[in-house]
């Protein structure tokens, strides 16, 4: 299901059952003359479709322009990056509207500058806002002090619980680091080129390697959609074992 095509009984159906909301954080970001911009978005839109073939969840509608950053290019070259701390204050609206409408089960699923789960300032900005979003929600409807009221007596005994509202909202990456290992990750590369052609054939041609040479590029050649079905297996066990 698609939250863009729900309806109040769909929502209710969500809150009631705690039906995981997965969005996808995407960027629009220069991969080389071969790949897509929507590179990073496409793999984990992809990915996120399959498991939804294969486990009920609702899907929310990406989040497309973010800071992706001018570490590959410049401004000339196409890529879009928000400022982070704009970006931030974007995500804090989103997250506390979903929290306000009563969603307590939300997946923010990344793949850009994730390698080895390291925390890069869009990932950090994902987190942040979610945390910052989850204090106000829980003053705003509990009272100042709600950690501290007798209430709360049992917090330590439900922290890796739903009932741990610093759960509510959780960002992972596409591919765990152990998945990454097992397979392979890199940039516009041999690796991210067959993820993305496995999920998205149109949006990589390999023909064009040749138009720019970049170092990061060059292994491209030895991209595949073997490699890349091999990817999305591994990638979507892990995605199926942590999103419940």
Not at 21 to 31: D, K, S
Not at 174 to 190: L, R
């Amino acid at each position: 299901m698609k939250l863009n095509f729900c309806f109040p009984r769909e929502i209710e159906k969500i809150k009631k059952e705690n039906i995981p909301v997965v969005m996808v954080g995407g960027t629009v970001e220069y991969h080389g003359p071969h790949c897509s911009y929507g590179c990073d978005s496409l793999v984990a839109e992809g990915l996120i479709d399959k498991l939804s073939q294969k486990k009920e969840i609702c899907i929310a509608p990406t989040v497309y322009y973010s800071p992706s950053s001018y570490a590959v290019a410049d401004e000339t070259s196409g890529t879009v990056h928000i400022d982070e701390d704009v970006f931030e204050a974007y995500l804090y609206q989103i997250f506390y509207n979903y929290l306000s409408a009563g969603l307590r089960n939300i997946y923010v699923v990344i793949h850009h500058q994730f390698e080895q789960e390291s925390l890069m300032p869009m990932t950090l900005s994902y987190m942040k806002a979610a945390k910052r979003a989850t204090m106000r929600y829980l003053e705003a409807t509990m009272g100042k002090g709600w950690w501290g009221s007798e209430s709360y007596s049992t917090y330590y005994d439900n922290l890796e619980g739903g009932d741990n509202p610093f759960n509510w909202i959780k960002v992972i990456p596409t591919m765990s680091t152990e998945v990454q290992n097992a397979t392979g990750y890199d940039h516009a590369g041999k690796y991210e080129c067959s993820i993305l052609m496995s999920l998205y054939p149109d949006a990589v041609k390999l023909e064009r390697l040749g138009d720019i040479n970049h170092w990061f590029t060059k292994s491209a050649a030895e991209a595949s959609t073997q490699i890349g079905d091999e990817m999305v297996a591994k990638s979507l066990e892990y995605l199926e074992k942590t999103i419940i």
